[in-house]
């Protein structure tokens, strides 16, 4: 079995789909590894450590993948990395399908089997290979220390001889696996930390985090689940609701993070231009779904956007890319559990097991179709 890996070609991916340990463990399994050289310079991995580690270092990234049975990437190959790849090679990446018809075409007509990490169930068996949280939950931390640098006051409460420094106020919306991470951090820097959600069932894990949780709670909030676990659209009415209740609230805080999003849908609006201009000059406002088009009016994707009455909103891309050598490493731990399912441990080969549940909810293309029931049609 050969395992390719390649620098990843977008500018704005720092992060890697191995790391040296791994390597080692698919070196274990049987695989020969080729490496694009430079593929862990962002994530601070040289090229002497993926080599130590058993990896072969090549220089270009046709040399990478051409001969590989496996090809492990962190984002979707483009149209020109496809012409490299063999035909029936298994590609690991998040793969950002939704919306994406020609993309998914081009992976089914260059024959690979392409694999989108992203739809990985979340059952207890596929935990370790759920890359959404292992990413989110680093965007949540980072978003944090992010708003901590923007904001010009100190966050815990200080005593000090020359006065007290009250503590800063951070509110949290949306509160999935980025929102519990991003609530833990602003506690452990001191802040005061009030969050809200449309899913019931996090009440009691703000309350658990020590946080306050702020929600219209009518009959809509109390059925708004998905069987997945998953929030649901709300309806204009409960937007609305909600909407007022939380302009008050956000009026008084200094920091927000908002992470709100529905799988496959475009971000709620959950911050408008009004509620930003209710906060005082200095306050900041990170948009962690601004790569889904934004939860905060004003939000610009890759920007620090400065409001005319001197509110700061956040758009970084990519947050977990900065955090490049934890998520790098979170990232491939979460491929390798894939891989490992997909290895005959006898003879060494990829043996997917397409009737495999883990498969079939992430497998996008085969023998030159797209095969996935969720796209199939809108490619064809
Ligand atoms: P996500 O990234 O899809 O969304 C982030 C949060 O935004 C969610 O909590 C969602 O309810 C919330 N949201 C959506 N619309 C909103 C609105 N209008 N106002 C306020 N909040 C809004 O969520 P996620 O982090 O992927 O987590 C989704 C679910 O999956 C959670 O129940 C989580 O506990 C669960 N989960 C399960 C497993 C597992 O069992 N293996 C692993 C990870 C997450």
Request: no cysteine; proline share 4%.
């Amino acid at each position: 079995m050969r395992i390719g890996v390649l620098a990843e070609s977008d500018p704005g991916e720092s992060r890697v789909a191995t790391v040296p340990d791994l390597v080692k463990k698919y070196v274990a399994l049987g695989a020969d590894v080729t490496i694009q050289s430079g593929a862990g310079k962002d994530s601070g991995i040289p090229d002497a450590d993926f080599e130590a580690a058993g990896a072969r270092i090549v220089g270009s990234a046709a040399e990478a993948v051409g001969d590989a049975d496996l090809v492990l990437k962190v984002r979707r190959p483009n149209a020109d990395e496809l012409k490299s790849f063999k035909k029936d090679a298994v590609v690991l990446a998040i793969m950002d399908p939704y919306g994406r018809e020609a993309e998914l075409k081009a992976m089914a007509d260059a024959g690979v089997s392409a694999f989108a990490m992203e739809l990985m169930p979340r059952i207890t068996r596929a935990q370790v290979m759920d890359v959404l949280s292992s990413q989110a939950n680093l965007a949540g931390y980072r978003a944090v220390i992010d708003a901590a640098a923007e904001f010009g006051k100190a966050l815990p409460m200080m005593m000090t001889a020359a006065g007290t420094v009250p503590a800063a106020k951070a509110f949290i919306m949306g509160v999935g696996v980025a929102g519990l991470q991003a609530i833990a951090t602003a506690k452990r820097l001191g802040a005061v930390v009030s969050a809200t959600d449309v899913r019931p069932a996090v009440k009691e894990q703000v309350a658990s985090l020590g946080g306050k949780f702020i929600a219209v709670e009518d009959d809509e909030f109390k059925q708004a689940e998905t069987s997945g676990g998953y929030a649901k659209e709300m309806s204009a009415e409960y937007q609305k609701k909600q909407a007022e209740l939380v302009a008050s609230h956000i009026a008084k805080q200094d920091i927000i993070i908002t992470t709100a999003l529905i799988p496959g849908r475009p971000a709620p609006k959950l911050v408008s231009k009004a509620m930003v201009d209710s906060m005082k000059p200095g306050s900041v406002i990170v948009d962690l779904a601004v790569e889904r088009g934004g939860n905060v009016e004003g939000a610009k994707l890759g920007e620090v956007v400065t409001t005319e009455h001197g509110v700061k909103i956040v758009g970084f891309a990519n947050v977990p890319g900065r955090l490049a050598a934890t998520a790098s490493g979170l990232y491939a731990k979460n491929l390798f559990a894939f891989v490992e399912t997909m290895v005959d441990k006898e003879s060494k080969q990829l043996a997917v097991k397409w009737d495999d549940e883990l498969v079939k909810a992430t497998n996008l293309t085969r023998d030159g179709q797209v095969v996935h029931d969720s796209f199939k049609s809108k490619s064809e």
